[in-house]
């Protein structure tokens, strides 16, 4: 219901934390249509924090990538190598 909150206020951003943290995998696709949606249909900028990179690639047209505030890498999603996902997500 937050989100429908957040919604109904007609914003021209919108901002994720971790739509998919806790959420069945059957039920991803679907915040993943969406956030998709709501992107292209609303004209919706949507500012989303994800640690799912697959959901992330699949949802996202451009993507950035934090380390203690600073911008260590940014593009387009289809730039989201393995690489770097490894260098600067991986534990």
Not at 37 to 58: C, G, K, S, W
């Amino acid at each position: 219901m937050a989100s429908a909150r957040a919604l109904a206020a007609e914003p021209e951003i919108l901002l994720l934390d971790e739509p998919t943290e806790g959420i069945q995998p059957n039920l991803v696709e679907e915040i993943e249509e969406v956030v998709a949606d709501l992107n292209r249909a609303r004209h919706l900028t949507i500012i989303m924090v994800e640690q799912n990179v697959a959901f992330a690639r699949r949802a996202a047209g451009s993507f950035a990538i934090l380390e203690k505030g600073r911008v260590m890498a940014a593009g387009a999603t289809v730039s989201l190598s393995d690489d770097l996902v490894h260098r600067h997500l991986a534990i």
